[in-house]
């Protein structure tokens, strides 16, 4: 198939990607390098970016080491001075605060927020300028299935993507005058390096129990990149406000 | 460490109303209070209340309430 002729494909597409050093965002990178798009990678380590950077096989790929909690009034504007305004963006910087809810602080849900709901919010707000963001444009969010279903320990985290999902609806419909497209995605378990530790912390029972959950079994992170692929190729154009579950059926039950 | 204190803690983050069912020699894991959230809520306990983060490997091997105790006091020490 010729890449005019696929409509999955992100030649030309200029797509910026935040948790890019890690899981399913670095996932998301390799992906969409695959797919022919020229990646601004983002996150807080750079050494990690780094080795996400050599992952790739294009060459006009750049990144950026970004704090996203301190993120400049300018940032986006600055960095589509530097690399050209963005065709994409893709959300996947999250962080997991296992604590039930007795112990939950005011505190916690902030950080937890903070890096998986307000600093995508922030950038989105950035994005809305057709400087920094083309018209016809895709916006992806890593939601997760704890925004659909409760599972013990993880309130401040399902709290923030539940956060995503509603977000994604208002901004979908608020964007599309410029067709621009808005959606999230919800993961069921992958095993990322943050789910390994997370299912090393369980008993051996608890772990069968969580892996039993999924009819077609753990996912890896690209089976979540290639719905994101989706999501920001010109093959999901009338998609928009939508949260993709990608789960192994955990939640069809 | 006070152990009658530290039983209080233990039956209240387990949320079990009657603590003198439990004693030094009582195995936690038995408890029918004891499941996934119940072992969150023993790890957020033991990091608020003694500022204690144990890895899971570690708390494995603690088997018993005075385990628990031994731990604690070695650690805080």
Known sequence: MTESSNPFSLQGKHILITGASSGIGRQCAVSCDRMGARLLLVG??????????????????DYKTTDLDKIPSTYIEDLATLH??????VHSAGIEKTLPVKFLKKTDYEEVFNTNAFSAFEIIRQLCSRR????????????????????????????????????????????????????????????????????????????????????????????VANGVIYLLSDASRWVTGSNLIIDGGYTAR | METTKFIESFAEALEIEDASKISVETEFRKLDEWDSLGYLNIIAMLDEKYGIQIENVQFKQLITIEDLIRYIDDATK
């Not at chain 1, 050209?84 to 963006?89: I, L, M, R, W, Y």
């Open chain 1, 44 to 61: 807080r380590n750079q050494s990690r970016l780094v080795e996400t950077l050599r992952m790739l096989s294009g060459s006009d790929h």
């Open chain 1, 84 to 89: 050209g305004a963005f065709d994409g963006f």
């Open chain 1, 132 to 223: 920094t963001f083309k018209d016809g444009g895709s916006i992806v969010l890593i939601s997760s299935i704890t925004s659909l279903i409760a599972r013990g320990g993880v309130c401040a985290y399902a709290a923030s993507k539940g956060a995503i999902n509603s977000a994604v609806r208002v901004m979908a419909l608020e964007l599309s005058k410029r067709r621009i497209r808005v959606n999230s995605v919800s993961p069921g378990t992958i095993l990322t390096p943050m789910m390994k530790d997370y299912l090393a912390s369980l008993t051996d029972d608890e772990r069968k129990k969580r892996v039993d959950g999924f009819p077609l079994g753990i996912g890896t992170s690209e089976d």
